[in-house]
């Protein structure tokens, strides 16, 4: 690890308890829109994309790719991780904060001779919202994401740390096929622009399937918590286009974030209204089994936490789980939860590694503990 | 097939267009290293392209599996198409133009029907983007996609002479001030 100008010893990853950008519950619609996410393909013309790309190669390009991002005045404060060199634990935390992939994390697999496949990620701190990740499928992926619905806020930062990236690199580009990628279903502008959207009130009414029928006429791909393959676990989904060449970043924006995303924010909106009435005890009654689970329970799965803190996040909107002196609770407190009880996070904030059982019985016991001070 | 130098079976087919006159050879893998051919790909009908398209009718080859297949094989990282069908990744960026024939329909079915590009370019190519015949990019993009096909079909005819024609548009195109690979 290294941080931007001048080079500073190796340091940790950012605190268990600080809340990421996309949990902050600010910007357009977070009851409904978490987070808005932009990334950008790219690749260094010349050179073999990544999966045929030769042990010397990565290391070449990881260099490359790690001097310009250190030296483009990216962010005020950059940090730099080899992840190669970086423990599991680590990379986990950085996998569940949302700044690198899952594939990522686990590279390509090594040797005990040759050591792990070099790849790298830089994060621009305190915020975190911008990594770029060096050597996944394509040689970079730029991400940028802000809380709630705020995809032109995202694009311009994104936009803007390509351009940088640009200037001190040769990147693949044809006028025909637009920037080149590893995979040709992300060619052209190489962008995704994806939303996390938290989506309870259409699951439990069961109108979630035909939000996902919708999506797919519309080209869009609908995912779990922790993108591609991943399942969508507390109500939590993320819809991201899928056609890359063809339209313009502003078509794809303009579409995204006047068209659709305003559309489905709505459907869950009306699903709320409607379980408060005509379904308000059914809904009342999950809700509050939920948060009898997390302020009791001894023993406590990712999932099983997830799919509670889903229903309070969902009962702390509605108002109808109330703080100390029926005073609302704060939706971050539940936001932070949906991170802490994460396992990479929950060991973190326990000090120490632990096996699954050591797990279930500490993310239950911390739970409690939070919950406890907001309820 | 074997090879035109010695008894080997042929694995490398090469054909070579110079003005207008079509001249094609059949090597084993040995011979055709010692003569230097690079493969690449992009189909029968592209690869012949490729080569009528190349400076000074350079060769290019192609090599053929058993059964007498030709097969598409980049030639700046030598992945094969099937390699790609399996993978589902390409292998290197000149592996778009090496299966430019192959992508090109692949590419309309994953984009909603998009044959070009539409939207921001590297500013280190030069901006703006020249667009050298008054065309948008995506205008200038299915022109030079109807020439290439126009192309296809003369050589697949052996119209030589409107090959030539439509293949010194496509170079004016490619050669105007701004135009990049």
Redesign the interface.
């Known amino acids: 690890m290294s941080d931007a100008r001048p080079p500073q010893p190796p340091q940790p990853p950012p605190p268990a308890d600080v809340l990421p950008e996309w949990l902050k519950n600010e910007g357009d619609g977070p009851d409904v829109v978490l987070s808005s996410r932009v990334r950008l393909a790219r690749?260094l013309?010349?050179?073999?994309?990544v999966?045929?790309a030769s042990r010397k190669d990565r290391q070449c390009s990881l260099e490359r790719c790690r001097d310009r991002a250190l030296h483009a005045a990216l962010a005020p404060r950059l940090i730099w991780y080899d992840l190669h060199l970086t423990p599991p634990l680590e990379r986990a935390m950085l996998v569940e904060r949302h700044l690198i992939s899952k594939q990522l994390a686990k590279g390509r697999g090594g040797s005990s001779v040759t050591g792990e496949d070099p790849r790298g990620v830089a994060i621009a701190l305190p915020d975190e919202r911008l990594s770029i990740m060096v050597n996944e499928?394509d040689h970079l992926r730029i991400q940028a994401i802000r809380s709630g619905l705020a995809l032109g806020e995202a694009w311009a930062d994104c936009?803007a740390a390509?351009?940088k990236m640009?200037?001190g690199l040769?990147?693949?580009?044809?006028?025909?096929?637009?920037?080149?990628t590893?995979?040709?279903?992300n060619?052209?502008?190489g962008?995704r622009m994806s939303v996390m959207l938290h989506l309870p009130g259409l699951r439990v009414t069961g109108e979630i399937d035909k939000v996902k029928r919708a999506a797919a006429d519309m080209?869009l791909a609908v995912r779990g918590f922790y993108g591609e393959g991943s399942e969508a676990i507390g109500d939590l989904f993320q819809l991201s286009n899928?056609?890359?060449?063809?339209?313009?970043?502003?078509?794809i924006l303009r579409d995204m974030e006047r068209e659709i995303v305003p559309r489905i924010v709505e459907y869950e909106r009306a699903s709320r209204k409607e379980l408060l009435g005509r379904r308000r005890v059914g809904v009342e009654d999950q809700i509050m089994r939920a948060w009898g689970l997390l302020t009791h329970a001894r023993l406590l799965a990712t999932e099983e936490a997830m799919q509670a803190l889903s229903l309070a996040r969902l009962g702390v909107l509605m108002g109808i789980i109330r703080g100390r002196g029926n005073a609302p609770v704060d939706p971050r407190a539940i936001n932070q939860l949906m991170l802490l009880v994460q396992p990479a996070h929950l060991q973190r904030a326990v000090g120490r590694e632990l096996d699954q059982e050591q797990r279930r019985l500490a993310r239950a016991s911390l739970v409690r503990a939070r919950l406890a001070v907001v309820g | 097939m074997k090879c035109d130098l010695c008894n080997n079976e042929a694995s490398v087919h090469e054909v070579t267009v110079r003005n207008g006159v079509k001249f094609e050879r059949n090597l084993c893998e040995s011979c055709a290293a010692q003569h230097g051919l690079e493969s690449q790909g992009g189909g029968p009908i592209a690869e012949i392209i490729k080569q009528f398209m190349a400076p000074g009718g350079s060769a290019v080859a192609v090599p053929v599996v058993p059964g007498g297949q030709r097969v598409a094989v980049c030639p700046s990282c030598r992945m094969t198409f099937n390699e790609f069908k399996q993978g589902g990744l390409l292998g290197c960026p000149e592996c778009y133009r090496a299966f430019e024939a192959q992508l090109g329909p692949l590419l309309e079915r994953a984009h909603e029907g998009a044959i070009a590009h539409a939207g921001k370019s590297p500013r280190r190519q030069g901006a703006p983007v020249a667009r050298p015949t008054g065309l948008s990019l995506a205008e200038r993009a299915m022109r030079l996609e109807a020439l290439h096909k126009q192309l296809e079909q003369a050589v697949r005819s052996e119209q030589y002479e409107i090959a030539a024609k439509v293949r010194d548009e496509i170079k004016r195109m490619g050669d105007a001030p701004g135009a990049q690979p």
């Open positions: 690749n013309a010349g050179q073999p994309f999966s045929k499928e936009d390509d351009d640009e200037a040769d990147l693949a580009y044809s006028q025909r096929f637009g920037y080149l590893a995979c040709p279903t060619v052209g502008t962008l080209c899928q056609t890359t060449m063809g339209k313009t970043e502003a078509a």
